[in-house]
């Protein structure tokens, strides 16, 4: 793989080979003191995510970039349980029933339930659809709390186009409490995409309820991250739990498998019944 970082008008490109990559990756990613079977996951995913998006920086001679952007990538590994990982899966991808690689995204906690991708980014795929998730629940950042002034977040609302002399809407907008994961702010239509307001207000997540506290509006979020795809406390704890890294895939994408690299042209040209037989 071929990364860059440029900055002041120089550009440092690093070619690297694939599997000291996808080392690297997973220790940047992942950090240290996880179980083995999490990393193995990591690497997984992290080898099918590099090589989905190879191009995604082509027009600018390089492969990807070693920001979040991409993946972030520190340079070499230093830890055994990572490079046994690593060697472990050596060449193993993620593919849809298409027998295309997935875009394996992940993020730090889900919050009790992940999103479908068509419902944060513009398109849709079979593998990124939500699921419950009761494993992150307990986790360092399954939970947490931020207040806004009332004026502020009201004014906020009033530049998105809503009425604030409502009181009904003010109601709605300062005291709600979602069901479940959603795409807008508490039922005004879609003057105010949850996506969007978290960028503006640097929340944790986009899955939250609010309720006033005085002068202020307290938002009670659920998770950390965009919420697609594999929810990273949850996939470790399913680890500790005893999980091997195929059962876990499995859980966060649906309707995947799991392949060796060589063998991915041969899927393609053989797959006689629609259908892959499990890599062990």
């Known amino acids: 793989m071929r990364g860059a970082v440029g900055k002041g008008g120089l550009r440092l490109i690093a070619t690297v080979p694939l599997e000291e990559y996808v080392a690297g990756t997973v220790q940047a990613e992942a950090g240290k003191g996880h179980t083995l079977e999490y990393y193995k996951l990591q690497a997984v995913s992290c080898r099918t995510y590099a090589l989905a998006n190879k191009r995604r920086h082509a027009a600018e001679g390089f492969e990807v970039c070693d920001g979040t952007h991409c993946q972030v990538f520190q340079g070499r590994n230093?830890?055994?349980t990572i490079r046994?990982?690593?060697?472990?899966?050596?060449?193993?991808?993620?593919?849809?029933p298409d027998i295309q690689l997935i875009h394996s995204t992940f993020h730090s906690n889900c919050g009790g339930e992940t999103m479908n991708?068509?419902?944060?980014?513009?398109?849709s795929e079979t593998y990124l659809v939500s699921t419950m998730d009761t494993f992150c629940l307990n986790a360092p950042h399954a939970t947490w709390t931020r207040s806004i002034p009332r004026s502020k977040w009201l004014a906020y609302m009033r530049n998105k186009g809503v009425d604030t002399d409502d009181s009904t809407a003010v109601a709605t907008l300062t005291d709600h409490v979602p069901v479940c994961r959603e795409i807008y702010l508490a039922n005004c239509g879609d003057r105010v995409?949850?996506?969007?307001?978290?960028?503006d207000f640097d929340l944790r997540s986009t899955f939250f309820s609010m309720h006033p506290v005085g002068d202020q509006v307290v938002l009670e979020g659920r998770g950390f991250g965009h919420g697609v795809g594999l929810c990273q406390e949850g996939a470790m704890e399913m680890a500790k739990d005893g999980y091997s890294y195929y059962d876990i895939l499995h859980h966060y994408f649906a309707e995947v498998h799991i392949v060796d690299l060589k063998s991915l042209d041969f899927f393609r040209d053989e797959d006689v019944n629609g259908q892959l037989l499990p890599h062990p």
């Open 78 to 80: 230093l830890q055994d």
């Open 84 to 96: 046994l990982a690593t060697t472990l899966t050596r060449d193993l991808v993620v593919v849809d």
């Open 117 to 123: 991708a068509d419902e944060l980014w513009s398109g």
């Open 193 to 199: 995409p949850l996506d969007r307001l978290r960028k």
